[in-house]
Nanobody, 113 residues
Framework: QVRLTESGGGLVQPGGSLRLSCAGF??????MAWYRQAPGKQRELVAD???????NYADSVKGRFTISRDNVRNTVYLQMSSLKPEDTAVYYC?????????WGQGTQVTVSS
C-alpha cells in the first residue's frame, strides 16, 4: 500500500515563494508528479520527475518552479517562486505504480495580496 502526504501550502503574496513537500510511505520508486486544481478548472500537471531526477514542467511554471526528489527520504519537493494569483489551487502529489494511481490529500496554495 502506498500513501502520499503533502505539506507546505499556505497563503503567500504575489511574487513570494513556497516549498511543498510530499512524503511517500511504501514503494514509490517511480516517476512522481505534482498536479494542481483551481476552483472550476480541471486538474492539471504542474511538474513531474523521474527516478533519475529528470524533471518536466508545464509551460506555465517553467523558470519559476523547481521539482526535486530525495529517494532516501521518499520525498518529492516543489519549490515555487515568483508566485502569481493564477497559481492559486489545491496541489496534489501523484504516483502511478503499474495500473494503480495514488494521490495525496492535497494542500492549498493561495496567492493573494
Amino acid at each position: 500500500q502506498v500513501r502520499l502526504t503533502e505539506s507546505g501550502g499556505g497563503l503567500v503574496q504575489p511574487g513570494g515563494s513556497l516549498r511543498l513537500s510530499c512524503a511517500g510511505f511504501g514503494s514509490i520508486f517511480a516517476t512522481m508528479a505534482w498536479y494542481r486544481q483551481a476552483p472550476g478548472k480541471q486538474r492539471e500537471l504542474v511538474a513531474d520527475i523521474t527516478i533519475e531526477s529528470i524533471p518536466n514542467y508545464a509551460d506555465s511554471v517553467k523558470g519559476r518552479f523547481t521539482i526535486s526528489r530525495d529517494n532516501v527520504r521518499n520525498t518529492v519537493y516543489l519549490q515555487m517562486s515568483s508566485l502569481k494569483p493564477e497559481d492559486t489551487a489545491v496541489y496534489y502529489c501523484f504516483i502511478r505504480l503499474g495500473r494503480a494511481d495514488y494521490w495525496g490529500q492535497g494542500t492549498q496554495v493561495t496567492v493573494s495580496s
